[in-house]
Nanobody, 121 residues
Framework: QVQLVESGGGLVQPGGSLRLSCAAS????????MNWYRQTPGKQRELVAA???????NYSDSVKGRFTISRDNAKNTTYLQMGSLKPEDTADYYC???????????????WGQGTTVAISS
């Protein structure tokens, strides 16, 4: 069984920084894309940042230049460094990973449980 566990959320003042972590554990053969999404009440979950296994990254326009996604493949972990935070960044943040549990298994998408980020003075 595979689990993704996020950590690092909290309350931060506008302009501050926060780093989220997401660690994958369990039976893992390989991990493809590792992404961060966020969601606010009544809205669809939106892709914030994505990182391929080869290190290619993409960002939504709303966070480009302020957030940085990275990953430590040896630790099966992805990070989201968030800076210049704004009140509109307030949301529940979820990590997602495409994981193959064995060499011949199909790729399956897994979600973390989410971590709450609140930006307020």
């Amino acid at each position: 069984q595979v689990q993704l566990v996020e950590s690092g959320g909290g309350l931060v003042q506008p302009g501050g920084s926060l780093r989220l972590s997401c660690a994958a554990s369990g039976i893992i053969f390989s991990i493809g894309a590792m992404n961060w999404y966020r969601q606010t009440p009544g809205k669809q979950r939106e892709l914030v940042a994505a990182a391929s296994s080869g290190g290619i990254t993409n960002y939504s326009d709303s966070v480009k230049g302020r957030f940085t996604i990275s990953r430590d493949n040896a630790k099966n972990t992805t990070y989201l460094q968030m800076g210049s935070l704004k009140p509109e960044d307030t949301a529940d943040y979820y990590c997602y990973a495409n994981i193959r549990t064995t060499e011949f298994a199909a790729v399956t998408g897994y979600w973390g449980q989410g971590t709450t980020v609140a930006i307020s003075s």
